[in-house]
């Protein structure tokens, strides 16, 4: 009779996102981290949610899931957006979490942080946090596109949030074990906080699907293609600045070419892209019809934080890319080989004309970009 198999160790990971393989950014980063952490240990999903109501998972979970709801007064307020304030049921929730002690606890995202303070003291000792994007720099960030677009209050508001963040990064992330961030460039900067302990560059990656057959490139095709959720500042700012400043030259080059933008928008946006004959595509709920009319992938974001699902989508799907350089950060990519990057209107303008002109050069992108998207941005860990 054969021994039974050794106990597995047990690991938390506490979030206020579904982990979800195919849901948003936020979504998909969680679920990067549930099936990396369920297959070396047992994994438990603490689910942080500020809605009564009992939530249900988008997909299987490759673990157990607790929901703490947070729906009640404050114990103090940070007075940050985005910040999840406990009351008292989650303090006493998640103070009240017993068994043995994890090997790992993963917080995922900074404003968490208030909320992993309520975990039993000795392991907040060696808890990671997973701050994904670097909230300060975001918040600058936003700030930045506020101010180009003339939204003066606006870019106050993301400045004082971006000033109250960076402070508590100073305070507080040294305390944990671990720092994750998924941008290299984001590391770097928080290295050179006093205190910080190990800091990694953990970038997002997407899982493989199988049942993905990329489609081959339109023949003579002339579509361009834009994804994300277009209600988000940095994709309405990259939107309106390829319309009014990339566009014109760009139909100068090739008069016939056609822009698709799909996700979500506000009506005042869907208008705007109308009047510069941007066909818009609101919420699809299948993506690949899209990417199979399209020849190229646009992604002229100049804001945010964190890296670009986006890049790794179009290179999911076999189609090269014109990317400004902010859109290509955190990414081991070079301009030329595994897309093409420029930041100034014109420049732009030309590396889409070029992919849509030179099959040999589409081809090429795709070709390297593949390899690179297998080898560092494909997540290869089983869930259990």
């Known amino acids: 009779m054969s021994a039974p198999a050794p106990a597995r160790s047990r690991a938390l990971l506490l979030t206020h996102v579904f982990p979800d393989p195919r849901g948003v950014g936020l979504a998909r980063r969680g679920w990067r981290w549930a099936c990396e952490l369920a297959a070396q240990h047992d994994l438990e999903i603490v689910l942080i949610t500020r809605n009564a109501d009992q939530p249900v998972a988008p997909s299987p979970l490759p673990g157990t899931l607790h929901v703490v709801h947070c729906t009640g007064a404050p114990l103090a307020s940070r007075r940050l957006a985005d910040w999840f304030d406990p ?17 790992r606890i993963v917080v995922f995202r900074f404003y968490l942080h208030d909320m992993a303070a309520q975990l039993p003291a000795d392991w907040r000792a060696i808890a990671e946090m997973d701050c994904d994007d670097l909230e300060s720099a975001t918040r600058w960030s936003l ?103 990339v566009l014109p030259a760009l139909r100068r080059l090739v008069p016939d070419v ?16 109308a009047r510069h004959g941007i066909v818009y595509v609101h919420s ?85 970009a593949a390899v690179l998207l297998k080898a560092r941005y494909s997540l290869d860990v089983p869930a259990r």
């Not at 699907?209 to 277009?230: C, I």
């Not at 056609?258 to 892209?273: F, K, M, N, T, Y």
């Open 258 to 273: 056609r822009i698709v933008a799909a996700g979500r928008a506000e009506e005042a946006l869907v208008q705007q892209l």
């Open 87 to 103: 009351d008292a049921a989650a303090a006493q929730a998640l103070g009240a979490l017993d068994g043995r002690r994890p090997a």
């Open 143 to 245: 700030a930045a596109l506020a101010l180009r677009r003339g939204r003066w209050s606006a870019a106050r508001a993301c400045m004082a949030q971006a000033r109250g963040y960076a402070k508590l990064e100073r305070s507080l992330l040294p305390a944990y074990a671990t720092v994750h961030v998924s941008a290299f460039e984001d590391a770097a900067r928080l290295r050179r906080l006093p205190g910080m302990k190990a800091v990694h560059a953990s970038p997002n990656k997407l899982v493989p699907e199988p049942d993905l057959v990329p489609a081959p490139m339109p023949f003579g095709g002339r579509t361009l293609l834009f994804v994300g959720a277009l209600f988000y500042p940095p994709n309405e700012d990259a939107l309106l600045w390829f319309a009014s400043a």
């Open 284 to 368: 699809p709920a299948d993506l690949r019809p899209l990417y199979a009319e399209a020849t190229a992938v646009i992604a002229p974001v100049r804001g945010g934080g964190g890296t670009k699902l986006k890049v790794l989508e179009a290179w999911q799907h076999e189609r090269p890319l014109v990317a400004t350089s902010h859109a290509a950060r955190g990414l081991a990519v070079e301009s030329g080989r595994h897309l093409l990057v420029a930041d100034r209107p014109l420049d732009f303008a030309r590396h889409c004309a070029a992919l849509l002109a030179d099959p040999v050069l589409a081809a090429a992108l795709v070709r390297d």
